[in-house]
């Protein structure tokens, strides 16, 4: 059993940063790559970045690279989304999930798992 707590939104002004933490319960954690996705106003759900289970691969969304950074510790099972330069296009609710990153076709994708989710933290850019 895995149970993720997310943790650090907040209202920001645009060209801010915020770090968020998504922390986790239970030893399996370990066994998953864990990855960050988001829920804007009006939106789908859509994935934002990912970290391998261990910590050594990173995926990003197009509309974050270069500004969001994702890391995790596996000794305090905490995963982090660390936001910078953020953008009011950047407000939504951001869930953490434990799921799989997976290699097709010579691309990298994360497949979120169906059983693992938090429940979310919002994040408001005004502009």
């Given at each position: ?113 169906p059983h693992y989710w938090g429940q ?5 850019v005004s502009s």
């Amino acid at each position: 059993q895995l149970q993720l707590a997310e943790s650090g939104g907040g209202l920001v002004q645009a060209g801010g940063s915020l770090r968020l933490s998504c922390a986790a319960t239970g030893d399996i954690f370990r066994s998953y790559a864990m990855g960050w996705l988001r829920q804007g106003p009006g939106k789908e759900r859509e994935f934002v970045a990912a970290v391998s289970w261990s910590g050594g691969s990173t995926l990003y969304a197009d509309p974050v690279k270069g500004r969001f950074t994702v890391s995790r510790d596996n000794v305090n099972y905490t995963v982090y989304l660390e936001m910078n330069n953020l953008k009011p296009e950047d407000t939504a609710i951001y869930y953490c999930n434990a799921g799989e990153l997976t290699f097709h076709s010579g691309t990298y994708a994360f497949q979120a798992g169906p059983h693992y989710w938090g429940q979310g933290t919002q994040v408001t850019v005004s502009s």
